[in-house]
């Protein structure tokens, strides 16, 4: 029997395998995000300051292997973040259910994905 008392195989290895790639997604793309928002667009240089308007973002996400990549990193990064959010209420022995705390992280993953899949589809 698993520790889950279900008697089937536990998903809480996918979890974490998504979560650590989350990590990682997360990691190597937040700088160079935050560089480019931040610092380099506040400086005002031109290259930067056109590619965070409006039409510089859509001209940028045109190509297709583009907003893949970019729905996969949102992806990664929201069940990076609700793994992580949902374990800490589990540490801090949250007044909620163990069941009732997945379901909302998880599920509100999925609407964030589902919503970032049809903006870059409809871009």
Do not use: C, K, N
Request: hydrophobic share 60%.
């Amino acid at each position: 029997m698993s520790r889950h008392g279900t008697g089937g195989r536990s998903s809480e290895a996918f979890f974490w395998s998504v979560f650590s790639v989350g990590g990682v997604a997360a990691a190597l793309l937040g700088p160079g995000l935050l560089l480019t928002v931040m610092l380099f667009g506040a400086f005002g240089w031109s290259w930067f300051a056109d590619a965070l308007s409006y039409d510089g973002m859509r001209d940028l996400i045109q190509p297709a292997v583009v907003r893949v990549v970019v729905g996969g990193a949102v992806a990664l990064i929201a069940m990076h973040t609700v793994h992580r959010i949902r374990h800490l209420a589990i540490d801090l022995h949250a007044p909620i259910p163990a069941r009732l705390a997945a379901a909302a992280a998880y599920g509100g993953a999925a609407v964030l994905i589902v919503f970032t899949v049809l903006v870059l589809a409809l871009l």
